[in-house]
């Protein structure tokens, strides 16, 4: 089944100049297994194809179960060369977030136990 990448792992981005930087963490190490699979550099330099204008690398961080991106020639310049709004790169993680990959369904009904209910945040008070 398809999935937003948003409802199985977690993000984090910034940058290094004209870099930006984009770690991918998985919820456990079966998701793992499928991102190193499906979320390929290939697919992560489609995903941001009017933003990367350079290459980008992968990286697996096996120990915290991520797969790290940095996309070259994607800020602009970068910091206050860049005439972008996000120059720094700070939402290219949530960006990718929402990135479809392929995933077997019984995976999704593992996450479905794990996760919090619906109204988590809210309060009755």
């Known amino acids: 089944m398809k999935v937003t990448l948003s409802l199985i792992a977690q993000a984090r981005s910034g940058d290094k100049g004209n870099l930006s930087d984009i770690s991918l963490f998985a919820k456990n190490e079966h998701i793992y297994e499928i991102f190193k699979q499906e979320v390929t550099a290939e697919m992560v330099k489609e995903h941001f194809c009017g933003i990367c204008k350079g290459e980008v690398e992968r990286f697996e961080v096996p ?4 797969l790290k991106f940095v996309l070259h020639d ?3 310049g970068g910091g206050p060369l860049s005439i972008r709004i996000d120059n720094l ?19 999704m009904r593992d996450l479905e136990r794990i996760r919090p209910p619906r109204n988590f945040g809210e309060h009755a008070w």
């Open 89 to 107: 790169g700070k939402s290219l993680g949530a960006a990718l977030l929402r990135m479809e990959i392929d995933i077997p369904e019984e995976y």
């Open 74 to 76: 994607a800020l602009g």
């Open 63 to 66: 120990n915290v179960l991520a």
